[in-house]
């Protein structure tokens, strides 16, 4: 059976995370049902990463063995006609070898956080962003990353029902942005790591908001860090600013697309 790799876009907030569920919406069923329709039968689709419910994607990866040998734009394009009206889009579909596998031969996958500093309430933002009201110190919260950054037990920065099997993990970098906005300012948190954590992320930055708003020293990044407790993690933060954006591998499966 021919195998796709297909890079997929989505708004999370209306999906109870991507994992498919008996009584709720996901991302993976509602692809699954548009495989569906291609050739009628049960699908099963394999994801880089299983985000979670009002977690974003702009570049989320999954696998797909099809009866079928697709042209892949054309595969792309029948797939997002029978999406419609979901908030998902495939936007780009390749043929990859059978020992290809999005999860299992991915090496880095990146995040992207967005928190928007303002007064004011979000309008055509909401539910894309989390939105702080006070201001924050860009360069305390680069201090305090700089604590994660490397090859730690992130204990502290994980989640009490994660199932992964150890706490250790490696995060290659995190750099913070900012920019202007009206009334306001949009932070940009980019993370890379080979995997992470569940909640690893939202952790972190939660963390780092509370060293922006002053209420932590950077210093106590790494207090928390060495606990290996998850009580001395800061808030962890809502999920909605949170977007997988990138899925590294080997070799592109979309080099070409």
């Not at 995370?17 to 291609?38: C, F, H, M, N, Y």
């Not at 029948?78 to 991915?106: C, Q």
């Not at 210093?219 to 933060?237: K, S, Y």
Request: glycine residues 6%; aromatic residues 8%.
């Amino acid at each position: 059976m021919p195998r796709y790799a297909l890079k997929i876009e989505y708004d999370g907030a209306p999906f109870a995370g991507w994992q498919r569920q008996a009584d709720q919406p996901s991302v993976q069923g509602a692809i699954e049902t548009a495989l569906a329709k291609l050739e009628p039968r049960d699908h099963t689709i394999a994801a880089a990463g299983r985000t979670d419910a009002g977690v974003h994607a702009t570049a989320q990866v999954a696998t797909v063995d099809l009866e079928k040998d697709w042209d892949a734009f054309r595969l792309s394009e029948a797939l997002n006609f029978h999406l419609k009206p979901a908030p998902v889009a495939i936007l780009a579909a390749a043929r990859v070898d059978d020992d290809f596998h999005a999860r299992f031969s991915a090496i880095e996958r990146r995040y992207l956080f967005r928190l928007v500093q303002r007064r004011a309430p979000m309008t055509h933002g909401k539910g894309q962003v989390w939105r702080v009201t006070n201001p924050l110190d860009i360069d305390a919260m680069r201090q305090g990353a700089q604590h994660l950054v490397g090859h730690h037990d992130f204990t502290t920065f994980r989640s009490s029902i994660c199932q992964a099997k150890s706490p250790l993990k490696s995060i290659d970098d995190i750099q913070i942005d900012c920019s202007d906005i009206p009334h306001g300012q949009e932070f940009r948190f980019y993370l890379r790591a080979r995997s992470f954590l569940h909640n690893q992320v939202r952790s972190i930055v939660g963390t780092l908001e509370r060293v922006g708003a002053g209420s932590w020293a950077p210093d106590r990044v790494a207090l928390a860090l060495q606990a290996r407790d998850r009580a001395a993690c800061g808030p962890v933060c809502p999920p909605q600013g949170l977007y997988l954006n990138g899925v590294g591998y080997p070799d592109d499966p979309f080099r070409e697309t």
